[in-house]
């Protein structure tokens, strides 16, 4: 649910073609930091300005001012505003980022879950990639952890994969990757799992059949007071989100991971993140790697 607080924009408000004042700026700033988490601090408003101007160019404006008061107007806030946070938001991303993960979560984490009491066979193994951008994050999942099960025996998953940026949803569900940025996969996954385009010009591939069936995909604004998941989760990925929010909203964030996950479940965030500091029902069991209490 989105609650435009105190916004200063209004049909006519001009500002200068090139840049925003600091006044408005601060108010989208703090827009923004409400509605959807992300910091902007001062030193953001050059990077903010750029963002603004490709979406601004994409529908024909050339004035921010212009651009600003109709993304503000009722027309705006419905068809407009979630474009223009599409372009706010950073979506860095690869297959097999930070790789280190991958190996502890199938050698410490899921034996955990699956040797657990309340995990039958019955059970289906739910994970989240909370933020998932253009999908490299729940793909690499969807191979790791059905090598496990190949391995392991049978298990049953599913991963659910989420972001604020429809742009990066779109991408993702299609599943299609240049030649490049499939290169941290490892060659032996890449025979197994993927497609390559039948024109070897295009030098694409495309995430196969069993992973595009593993990842179900859905736009969550974490900030959101309610997800709207109805399962409880075994492990969440939030790799890489954390940072961009400040302390208090982190805080509320995590704390509404931990209603989000099964009684003991796991929390992955990045590996330029921590917990440290904050007040939030879980330990860690390594670096970057938390149990629910
Ligand atoms: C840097 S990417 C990280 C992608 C992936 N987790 C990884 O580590 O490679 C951060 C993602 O967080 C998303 N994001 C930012 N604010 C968000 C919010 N309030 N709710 C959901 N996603 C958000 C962005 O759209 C972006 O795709």
């Not at 989208?28 to 160019?57: C, H, T």
């Not at 490892?186 to 069936?213: C, H, I, N, T």
Request: proline share 4%.
């Amino acid at each position: 649910m989105i609650h435009e607080q105190g916004l200063p924009f209004s049909r006519g408000s001009r500002l200068t073609k090139e840049t925003i004042s600091p006044k408005l700026f601060r108010h989208l700033a703090r827009f923004i930091q409400d509605n959807y988490g992300i910091k902007m601090p001062d030193s953001k408003k050059v990077m903010l300005e750029a963002r603004l101007r490709r979406r601004m160019r994409q529908i024909g404006y050339d004035s921010i001012g212009d651009y600003l008061d109709y993304v503000f107007s009722p027309d705006g806030r419905r068809n407009e505003l979630v474009h223009m946070i599409d372009h706010v938001t950073t979506n860095k991303t690869g297959f097999f980022r930070e790789p280190v993960h991958f190996p502890f979560l199938c050698d410490q984490i899921i034996p955990r879950i699956t040797g657990s009491r309340n995990f039958s066979g019955s059970s289906i193994l739910k994970v989240w990639s909370a933020a998932c951008s253009t999908g490299e994050e729940p793909y690499t999942l969807a191979m790791v952890i059905n090598e496990f099960a190949e391995q392991k025996g049978a298990l049953r998953f599913s991963i659910l994969a989420s972001d604020l940026s429809t742009r990066v949803l779109k991408i993702a569900s299609q599943g299609v990757y240049t030649e490049e940025q499939i290169q941290d996969i490892p060659l032996r996954l890449r025979e197994k799992y993927l497609l390559r385009s039948k024109d070897r010009g295009l030098r694409l591939v495309q995430m196969g059949e069993m992973l595009r069936g593993a990842v179900t995909f859905r736009r969550i604004n974490l900030m959101d007071d309610d997800f709207g998941i109805q399962e409880k989760m075994h492990i969440i990925f939030c790799r890489n989100v954390l940072i961009y929010f400040e302390k208090q909203k982190q805080q509320r964030l995590v704390h509404k991971f931990a209603d989000q996950l099964e009684p003991q479940g796991f929390l992955f965030i990045g590996h330029s993140e921590s917990l440290a500091g904050l007040e939030v029902p879980f330990v860690s069991m390594a670096q970057t790697v938390y149990q629910k209490k």
